[in-house]
């Protein structure tokens, strides 16, 4: 995947950039913490770092199974976006799931976010995939309906909640 081009203007004495770029081996461990980060948020609870970290490395070194963006700002991580490569039959082609949006809580309200998610819909349509989908938090999250509103912002229509079974 060819780099991605997105950088937001430095604001005020001293600030600092950032760009959104395809993430890099080097970036598992800020990428693993991020994740950890949002799980916590979402009321979850993280598996252990290192796996985290063992699937982030796996999802960045094999671009058959998703994309992983960062928002880079210097040596730190404004903010990752990781997606999963799917075929579903009502869907022409591929489509990616959003598995992970998160910006650190510094960077928020700083359009962050809404880069990586334009950067993933540029790749996905370089890529030739047909649709980029997301499910959204439970209905439990406090930060729910402000969620669904930076979809709706951002591209995105309501397809309806989303289930899941866990397979032992």
């Known amino acids: 995947m060819t780099r991605v081009a997105t950088q937001s203007p430095a604001v005020g004495p001293g600030a600092v950039g950032w760009e959104v770029r395809p993430a890099r081996a080097d970036d598992a ?10 799980l916590a948020e979402l009321g979850g609870t993280p598996p252990a770092r290192a796996a985290i970290e063992s699937e982030a490395r796996a999802h960045i070194g094999d671009p058959s199974l998703g994309i992983v963006l960062v928002a880079a700002a210097g040596d730190d991580l404004a903010g990752v976006l990781s997606a999963s490569w799917a075929r579903a039959i009502q869907v022409a082609g591929r489509l990616l799931t959003i598995e ?13 976010g809404a880069a990586l998610v334009e950067a993933l819909a540029a790749a996905a349509a370089a890529e030739g995939a047909g649709r980029v989908e997301v499910g959204l938090p439970r209905e439990s999250f406090p930060a729910l309906r402000a969620t669904e509103r930076f979809y709706l912002a951002n591209g995105f229509e309501r397809l309806g909640p989303r289930m899941r079974r ?3």
């Open 29 to 38: 461990p800020p990428v693993a913490a991020g994740v950890a980060a949002l």
């Open 100 to 112: 992970v949006l998160w910006t650190r809580r510094e960077w928020r309200d700083r359009g962050v």
């Open 166 to 168: 866990a397979v032992p």
